[in-house]
């Protein structure tokens, strides 16, 4: 039997949590109450409200969650404006888990792990943040530099301060671009930052956030000394199938639903300036 | 939907009437206020100015299964917006004509000037296009079969 | 996604007999976006208002629909209670389930299965409306009165008191209108010129009003508040502002063979001429087609005998273009033409006259100083017939199906005013019915049948025909049951009246409504007698409808009112529903801005960010919100449906079209 | 192999109608497309190129996935999938054919699209060989042998006989629900038939097209070529190239209102289209030069580096034929493949 | 014509040297002679694939949105029928008139390569035009045809011959004018009953494959974003899922080039499955005539189009269909 791999499930709000003034993160089961389906972190999936579109989403929740999966959404778009409306109850449908997740049983066993985000970034590295928390004892030290526009605009705050910083051998720097009251971290944006925190070259770093950042950021991270076969980052491109039939996603010969969207940035480099 | 065919029920066109507020929304009303009475397949969709009724409306409705599409303004030289019935008339004179070409039954389309003061025209006319739509059946050549099938 | 909350009123009995509104109320629950749905009595009054004000808050509501009466009826009502609520007022949309549905139908099952299509359509709209905010404009402080009669002389001077500018634009050479014809007024017989020139002359010496006669109105742009008028300033011949009024021009006229259109052509007039004594402005007019001069090129002693050299036979029409902030209309009326009433023998006999024929007769400054006489032979008559209702409450298409409602009263003074005069005159009169409603109107009928001995006939008059000189009515006495005939000296029509004619031109130059018998429409019959459904623009006198004096001032003083109202306010809160262009889409092409007919559509250069740093230039797009009126023309234009209607989307429309196909 | 008399054709049309359903090019209002066959249709199997490749049999235009009934907040998903009936697929030419090896690829590769395997799995194709190829056509620079097409039957028509020829089980089971039509033999007319159009297939004058630069080691230099700009001046940006070809496999899904719910479908869709790759924060590729060469570097490198070398692009001179502005991949392959001889 | 084309390189050379002009728009060989392409050309180096043949039926003004953003001025090179498409996108400020060099060139009617090939040609390796025949050679052999048989179909029912806007003008030869009544196929279809009608439309219709080459192509298809591609309009899609979509793409189409649309006959002359398209524009063009007097758009560069202005005293909607008597 193969698997329908385009035919969605039924999922139901359970929980909305409004992180800043433009993300809510979003609790989704199957109507029987379970989680959909398996995934690994960097994973997406793609979430659906019924005549209105269909839009992918990385599953933000680690796959070390048995009960339930969480998708962090920025409103941006038509489909994503009404999923914000929506309150628990709520209806939406759900197909994945699709792309290749973060290689958290491969190469990054074992390794010090860098992550650094920016805004919404944070989103698909939470999964691979929290996956390494819960098996922690696979990995070394785990840094993670995290910034935003300003402190609203944090997404998982309380994880990060309740959680995160209270972490054996584990580091959390967080930014944001402009001064605010109230705010006693750091100030600056995320590429500058990283350059002063003089980091290990040797880690591991994955890198998720806005293309400028990320152009900067590794731009840094190679002066300070990193490699890119061990710097990852994920793509976002305009995504259908979820099955890398469509086309939508083809950048060179990858299509970033199937193949991605997890690449290393050395992968990027082969692949034509286009994503 | 019915089916006309089998005759298990009589056939009740649905039937699409764009008003405009000023004269024709008023002369509805008035037609209510005088209790005239026109059959109650006849929905009434309020827009300012006839020349609001862009023509992607009336195929949305033939789309979604209407038989009659009809559109109500002022008389000519009455606009509420001095000018917009003229535009009006030029307009659906040219898609009507169109639609017929395309084979679209003529007397599916209709536009009538109901002035505030005209219930009864109001009245006769809504009246007078159900019975013509009725006896013409069920749209069939311009709509969407997926709509109708959903039921 | 909206929290939608649905009232749905019981109006009485008028929704509920015929629509189960506990049905719809339920039905509707189910409704995506639905939160509340409640049903009540009267949804309008106090108490329903505030059930709508608690179930907002209460529910978190962000939109609301009632089904109730018609939007034209109580939207404003419901936007309002929303407002107060802390809705903005456009999240609020009405099913009209009363007038389109209840009051239509009988089947309970039908009508009710109609009302939920009808709410469904409403809340698929209401899902898509967005909150608006009304703009502001400035508002012009200066009103135009069209007409100066007695309605448009009321109003500026109601308005001009209150301290704001009018201009009175009236087409003959002098204001005072058709009240300056009449002979005495009733019920208090108190003589028309004595209470109308003192007003004349106040118009004329009130700092605040410009008097502009003998002209007419051309175009009118612009909306509430700020109206942008042409005026045709008709060519006089004689300089306004040099002309003394000491009508020797008059006298020394070669040509006195004009019909004197005051005295309603009964004498003559010379072709330069002063309307009448008390005209205002006091100035001659050449009448062009008459003067000699202006005929052949010869003549000229009007000129020659001028002493202020005011006569200027090249004058041309001019245009002025004024400002105004509000519009008054009191274009007045006329008698209608007797061309389709041959059995009155009003065409073939002199003596067969209308009844603002027989004013002209009985006034002293009139063609016969007063005397009554008949104007074929200047004869006393001594037996005069009275016709009612010539060509009112015609339902035979010949004359007007409306009641005059003047002739009546009229009809009486002129019988009783007859009989005090010329006591030996024997006077009767034709009457369907005797309508008199009105302060001491009755009163005033009884006394000219009961104390004047006026003949009152309960009758029609089938034919006026003349034997020697004598008119014989024929006619039915239906009291008696019997066919009489009259042998009369003198016949007075009652003639019916209608709207003054230049009243259609007027009408569509303000996009004012008229009705099937060229009366304006006003916006609502009870409660807004006095607007037009045209913002800013004020209905006064007989082209509303057939009334009196005292009718006619009060509704002018009501329209002054409202003026003063409208032009005390510096700004004015101007339409919300407004177009509205995406200027990512729009292209530039123009063709929205050639069907605007309110010039609300310019077009700018901006300049647009690309990607990758880039930048271009575009033309695109600007609406004035001040001055679009939200008809919607422009969106149909627009091929790319870059044009869109605040309130009136084009996905609401097709939304609400979805909605009603759905049954 | 067997012959049939061409005058007997639609016995044989009529007699696989029977069982299967029949999909063969047909003449409708001037246009030769595939159809479903039937009594007093028009068919032209003469006709070298349909308008619309045979690919809308199993990926067709437009497709019904799955319908969502909306009730309050509760949503049911449906699937809409009818039982796919077993049919054949009649007339393919050598090119259409590999276009569908060139499509299996994509689509039944793991993750497998389920709603293709289900047409696939449903049809026979009977493949025909070309016998008279025009200026338009290149199939033989893919290695195509127009002659002898695969398919689970192949046939060959002349003025007198369509030649039979089963290939492989599917076609085989085929070949006996018509075999009573059939006579034997054809072996001779064929061959004689294979050589005459092998000559004027080395004679075509884009036979000699040179496709050696398309390898993906050159992918980035090509991408950067700064050629594209003046091949895709004249670029409408329609559809026509992609709905045409027998490749080209991009589709949209979108969502339907009906009545009581929502249809989900899922249509053709084009690279060549400006809101292709738009998404709510932007387009990754926002000029027209960046989708025709997107369009023309997956079928000359993308495809064949991640298919072993398989172009994916066939020869069949359809956008060659059809192109509104006469662009097309050969203008393409001649510009950019020139390149190293400079 | 290889006077004309001649001509047509001496004149674009010499914009281009003097500088007077910083691109030609014009056409570009292909690989036969019967497939050449729309072009701009930048220096006088690439006019050495300039060619002006019979088969430059492609109206190039559409590309003058696009082009004439770049710095400088545009020449182009236009028949007499896309002048008229000219016009009109000056007219709707989609084209700057200050910017653009317009030299008329001569045209004696356009070749259609797949009505050669439907006269049973096939392996066309060329073709070549002399006065009213047309040799065509193929590898099967050479084959003369009348040209009038294998003109494009909007060349059949050509508009006349007169440029309505140009600078300067290359005309060697003289333009005969076809006599063809331009509405004679509206009318037949007119004749019809409404069920032959539908019947027509239907099957013709049915063809198409929503590739949007005829709005791509359509001078007055010029919107940014077409209501088609934009998914809040409402009627957005991108293939034909239902038959009712045929027909809405098709009747939207009309009627937002109505009063525009200059009967350039670009859409026929691009469809792949060759639906009549410009008989559902020609049909407005012929009520607009026929209704409100009549009206070629493009004519000038100024003025409304008949859907935006009006007459008090217009026809009535009512009034249609009087006097039809079906």
Known sequence: MIEENLIPKVGVITNVRKDTPDVKTFRVVGTDGKKLFKHMPGQCAMVSVPGVGECMFSITSS?????????????????????????????????????????????????DLLFIAGGIGLAPLRSVINYVRHYRNNYGKVVVVYGARSADDLVDFEEIKTEWKNEPNFEVYLTIDRPQEGWND??????????????????????????????????????????????????????????????????????????GPVFRMDQLDELPDEY | MQDVTTGNKEFKPNIVAFCCNWCSYAGADLAGSSRLTYPANVKIIRVPCSCRVNPMFVLKAFQQGADGVILCGCHPGDCHYVTGNYYTRRRMALLFSFLNYMGIEKERTRVEW????????????????????????????????????GK | MQRIGVFICWCGSNIAATVDVKKVAETIKAEPGVVYSENYQY?????????????????????????????????????????????????????????????????????????????????????????????????????????????????????ADAGFEVDIVEKNATIGGRMAQLDKTFPTLDCSACILTPKMVDCAQHEKIDILSYSEVEEVKGFVGNFNVKIRRKARYVDETKCTGCKICMEKCPSKKGLNDFNMGLNTRPAIYIPFAQAIPNVAVIDPEQCIKMKTGKCGICQKFCGVGAIDYTQKDEFIDRQYGAIVVATGFKPIALDNFNEYGYADNKDVITSLELERLMNAAGPSDGVLVRPSDGKHPKVITFIQCVGSRDTSGCGKPYCSKICCMYTAKHAMLIREKYPDTEVHVFYI????????????????????????????????????????????????????????????????????????????????????????????????????????????????????IPETVSQASACAAKVIGLLVKDKLKTNACVATPDEMMCNGCSQCANVCAYGAITYVEKEFRLGGGKTEVRRVVSVNPAVCQGCGACTVTCPSGAMDLKGFSSKQIMSEVEAICKM | MFKIRKENLNDLYAKISESMGLYIPIKKAGEVNYHVWGEGKEVSLETLKTVRSPKDAFFPQTENMMKFKTEGKNIDIIDVRDEKRPFVLFGVKACDYKAIEVLDKVFLMDPVDTYYKARRDAITIVTLACSKPEESCFCSVFGIDATAPCGDVTAWLDENYLYWQANTQKGEELTGKVSALFEKGGEEEVKSQQEQTKTILAKLPFATLDLSRFKPENLNELFNAPEWESLSEACLGCGTCTFVCPTCQCFDIRDFKTRDGVLRYRCWDSCMYSDFTLMAHGNSRTTQMQRYRQRFMHKLVYYPSQNDGLYSCVGCGRCVNKCPQRLNIVKVINTLGGKKND | MRDVEQKMIERAAALLQNGEVARVVGWKKGEFYFDPAPAVFETVDELKDFVYNGFCGANLSKYLIKVSKNEGKTAIFMKPCDSYSFNQLVKEHRVDREKIYVIAVECQGKLDIEKIKA??????????????????????????????????GKCLTCKGKTHQAKDEDIILHEMPAPANNRFDEVAKLEAMTEDERFAFWKEQLQKCIRCNACRNVCPACSCLKCVFDNPSSGVAAKANDDRFEEQLFHVIRAFHVSGRCTDCG????????????????????????????????????????????????????SDVFKGEGK
């Open chain 2, 114 to 149: 109901v002035s505030a003061a005209e219930g009864a025209k109001f009245s006769a006319v809504m009246n007078d296009f159900v019975k013509t739509v009725t006896e013409l059946g069920e749209n069939k050549r311009l709509t969407d079969l997926r709509v109708k099938e």
């Open chain 3, 43 to 159: 949804m309008c009054s106090e108490n329903g208002q505030q059930l709508i004000k608690n179930a907002i808050k209460e529910h978190n509501l962000t939109a609301i629909v009632v089904g109730a009466c018609s939007p034209r009826m109580h939207e404003a009502t419901f936007r309002k209670a929303a407002e107060a609520a802390g809705l903005n007022p456009y999240m609020v949309e009405i099913a009209n389930i009363r007038e389109h549905c209840s009051w239509i139908h009988k089947d309970m099952d039908e009508a009710t299965e109609k009302a939920v299509v009808l709410v469904r359509t409403a809340i698929a709209k209401v899902k898509l409306n967005a909150p608006l905010m009304s703009g502001e404009s400035p508002v012009v402080k200066r009103a135009l009165v069209i007409g100066g009669g007695i309605a448009g002389i009321q109003a500026a001077l109601d308005i």
């Open chain 5, 119 to 152: 006269n049973g040609v096939t392996a066309v390796t060329n073709v070549e035009e002399n006065g009213d025949k047309v040799t065509v050679s193929s590898l099967y052999g050479e084959t003369v045809l009348d040209k009038a048989d294998v003109m494009l």
């Open chain 1, 63 to 111: 796959p070390t969650n048995e009960e339930y999966m969480e998708f962090s959404i920025k409103k941006c778009g038509c489909v994503t404006e009404v999923i914000h409306s929506m309150e628990e109850g709520s209806q939406v449908t759900v197909r994945g888990p699709y792309g290749r997740n973060f290689p958290v049983e491969e190469d990054f066993k074992g390794k």
């Open chain 3, 433 to 548: 019915d005797v309508r008199t409603p009105g302060k001491n109107y009755d009163e005033f009928y009884r006394r000219a049948a009961e104390q004047y001995g006026v003949d009152y006939i309960k009758g029609m008059v089938g034919k006026v025909y003349n034997v020697n000189g004598k008119l014989m009515v024929q006619g039915s006495n239906l009291i008696d049951n019997e066919q009489i005939t009259i042998e009369s000296d003198l016949v007075v029509l009652a003639t019916a009246i209608e709207p003054e004619p230049s009243v259609r031109k007027i009408a569509t130059l303000l996009t004012a409504s008229i009705d099937t018998n060229n009366f304006l429409t006003e916006s609502h019959a009870k409660l807004r007698p006095v607007e037009s459904p045209t913002a800013g623009v004020y209905l006064a006198g007989v082209c509303q409808g057939p009334k009196d």
């Open chain 5, 266 to 317: 670009e859409c026929s002359r691009v469809c792949p499955q060759n639906i009549p398209l410009h008989l559902l524009n020609r049909k407005f063009i012929k009520d607009i005539d026929g209704f409100y007097g009549e009206y070629q758009a493009g004519e000038t560069a100024e003025g409304k189009t008949p859907l935006t202005s009006y007459k008090e005293e217009d026809l009535e909607v």
């Open chain 1, 186 to 259: 750091h100030v600056g944006f995320v590429p500058s930052y990283v350059k002063e925190l003089g980091l290990d070259p040797n880690m591991t770093a994955v890198l998720c956030g806005p293309p400028i950042m990320i152009k900067f950021t590794l731009a840094g991270l190679l002066e300070l000394g990193f490699d890119k076969s061990r710097v990852y980052t994920t793509l976002e491109l305009r995504m259908k199938c979820g099955i890398g039939k469509c086309g939508r996603c083809n950048v060179g010969d990858k299509f970033v639903c199937k193949d």
